[in-house]
T-cell receptor, first 114, second 114 residues
Framework: GAGVSQTPSNKVTEKGKYVELRCDPI?????LYWYRQSLGQGPEFLIY????????DSGLPNDRFFAVRPEGSVSTLKIQRTERGDSAVYLC????????????FGPGTRLTVL | GQQLNQSPQSMFIQEGEDVSMNCTSS?????WLWYKQDPGEGPVLLIA?????ELTSNGRLTAQFGITRKDSFLNISASIPSDVGIYFC??????????????FGKGTLLTVNP
């Protein structure tokens, strides 16, 4: 079946603008994760959803970042008033359940804030 | 956020050579994972280790979970050009309140010269 998909693959925006990044998890996966990967770094955890609810948003850097998953499937990561430091690859992953179940990663959205 | 200490940062080797990379942490993990990331893609799981001292192979890959639970290594034998990519270690603490939160190393960039 299809893997995790993310759109857009690339997003260029100007400082101060609002952006939305979308993640379509693998069908049937109840757990969904967002990570941020800066250049030369490993992915860093942002937020985890179990079903529709955000079970852990402790990795979100500040209140400009918000994510939703209203129907327990597709998720949207929203960034308000973007800053140049937000430039990174935003990765989404999903797993059958949380815990040791393998997290399958999408290809990521490369966000560039000019 | 916390990241694991992964070394070396990069390696340039000839096709057919063996490769070794390792990861250390100041914290204990009870699961160690090794991922490979190709350009423009998300990380893909290579090997998962669940017990201290465990040695696991997957084809030409061999990984070990350190006895102290604070380190792991990955060996690749008889490298081939398609081994090129960035290899990440990741730790996971099962059974705790955050048993979904992967902590990644900074990665090892592997280049294989044909």
């Amino acid at each position: 079946g299809a893997g995790v998909s993310q759109t857009p693959s690339n997003k260029v925006t100007e400082k101060g603008k609002y952006v939305e990044l979308r993640c379509d998890p693998i069908s049937g996966h109840t757990a969904l994760y967002w990570y941020r990967q800066s250049l030369g770094q490993g992915p860093e955890f942002l937020i985890y959803f179990q079903g529709t609810g955000a079970a852990d948003d402790s990795g979100l850097p500040n209140d400009r970042f918000f994510a939703v998953r209203p129907e327990g499937s597709v998720s949207t990561l929203k960034i308000q008033r973007t800053e140049r430091g937000d430039s990174a690859v935003y990765l989404c992953a999903s797993s059958l359940m949380h815990g040791v179940n393998e997290q399958f990663f999408g290809p990521g959205t490369r966000l560039t804030v000019l | 956020g916390q990241q694991l200490n992964q070394s070396p940062q990069s390696m340039f080797i000839q096709e057919g050579e063996d490769v070794s990379m390792n990861c250390t942490s100041s914290s204990i993990f009870n699961t160690w994972l090794w991922y490979k990331q190709d350009p423009g893609e998300g990380p893909v799981l290579l090997i998962a280790l669940y017990k201290a001292g465990e040695l696991t192979s997957n084809g030409r890959l061999t990984a070990q979970f350190g006895i102290t639970r604070k380190d792991s290594f990955l060996n690749i034998s008889a490298s081939i050009p398609s081994d090129v990519g960035i290899y990440f270690c990741a730790g996971l603490l099962r059974g705790g309140g955050s048993n979904y939160k992967l902590t990644f190393g900074k990665g090892t960039l592997l280049t294989v010269n044909p």
